[in-house]
């Protein structure tokens, strides 16, 4: 009995840690978010890349909510990393204006 006390409060201790240090963690994280998108990157990506499967598009055809939808559909189908997808949907919503 004494032995199961003793690992009960090892886990609630580890479980005290862990719950203050993921508040830091989080914290620490929530700073460097969203990552910011690159427009030159971007419209280096869409030259390169878009008009491989179809023409290109004007920027002023998708409203900015619909180029988000479409590009992080487009990083699947044509394997963006994030980052790339941030940098197309910058590229692509400040070209929109």
Not at 43 to 55: D, G, K, M, T
Request: hydrophobic share 40%; with cysteine; glycine share 8%.
């Amino acid at each position: 009995m004494k032995k199961q006390m003793t690992n009960i409060y090892r886990v609630m201790t580890l479980s005290v840690l862990l719950g203050a240090g993921s508040g830091f963690f989080q914290t620490a994280v929530a700073a460097e978010w969203p990552v910011k998108g690159d427009f030159v990157k971007g419209a280096q990506l869409w030259v390169e890349n878009c008009n491989r499967c179809h023409s290109y598009r004007d920027p002023q055809e998708l409203r900015d909510d619909q180029w988000i939808t479409t590009i992080y559909h487009m990083r699947i189908r044509a394997g963006f990393t994030g980052q790339q997808a941030r940098d197309l949907v910058t590229f692509m919503q400040k070209s929109n204006k």
